[in-house]
């Protein structure tokens, strides 16, 4: 069973940076494209960040220049960090991944959240 584990949220100052992480298991990791999505209160669920299995990486407007998307295929890990934080950034943020048989191979984790507050 795939399974999709987020961790690092929490609170920050505007300003302030963060890091989250994505641990994936039940999947060949290198052989997944890998992305953030958030979704704040009231709002619909956005594309934040993604990385291929090539290392190719895509931002939403909004975060290009503050977040960075890395990944450790050894770890089969996913990273998000995120820098210069402000209120807007405040979300669920979920791990996503898609496979080769992508849309059948395409997985989900919990969420973390991540308040920006002063």
């Known amino acids: 069973q795939v399974q999709l584990v987020e961790s690092g949220g929490g609170l920050v100052q505007p300003g302030g940076s963060l890091r989250l992480s994505c641990a994936a298991s039940?999947?060949?990791?290198?052989?997944?494209?890998m992305g953030w999505y958030r979704q704040a209160p009231g709002k619909q669920r956005e594309l934040v960040a993604t990385?291929?299995?090539?290392?190719?990486?895509n931002y939403a407007d909004s975060p290009k220049g503050r977040f960075t998307i890395s990944r450790d295929n050894a770890k089969n890990t996913v990273y998000l960090q995120m820098s210069s934080l402000k209120f807007e950034d405040t979300a669920v943020y979920y791990c996503n991944a898609k496979g080769p048989a992508w849309p059948v191979n395409d997985y989900w984790g919990q969420g973390t959240q991540v308040t920006v507050s002063s």
């Open positions: 990385i291929t299995s090539g290392g190719s990486t």
């Open positions: 039940g999947l060949i990791f290198s052989r997944f494209a």
